[in-house]
């Protein structure tokens, strides 16, 4: 809490401009889905587009988060973490429309 609590001192921003919050989110939606996508050229143009919109401290602060969880995922993965049995609940309907159960790795 402390550090969002410091973050958002040192980078203020309107969060009362929908419009604008609305296209900054919009823009890092599209950066992450090129990303982890498999298009390289759909990455460098969403990559030039979060620069010259948002500039490289955007760019250096999403690709860290997007780095972040992709370690996480693949931490808790490793070490065999797996979900309560009410996670597993809430999330039956959304394994099931993903196909989640059908990859070798499913645990059952």
Not at 26 to 50: H, Y
């Amino acid at each position: 809490m402390m550090m969002l609590r410091a973050s958002t001192a040192a980078n203020p921003t309107d969060l009362n401009d929908a419009d604008e919050t609305a296209a900054r989110s919009s823009m890092l939606e599209q950066f992450v889905d090129a990303v982890v996508g498999d298009d390289p050229e759909r990455a460098a143009e969403a990559r030039a587009t979060l620069i010259d919109r948002l500039g490289p401290d955007w760019l250096v602060d999403t690709c860290a988060v997007i780095a972040n969880f992709e370690m996480m995922t693949r931490l808790a993965d490793a070490t065999g973490a797996r979900l309560r049995a009410e996670q597993l609940e809430a999330a039956a309907p959304i394994i099931r429309d993903l196909g989640l159960d059908a990859f070798p790795s499913a645990r059952h």
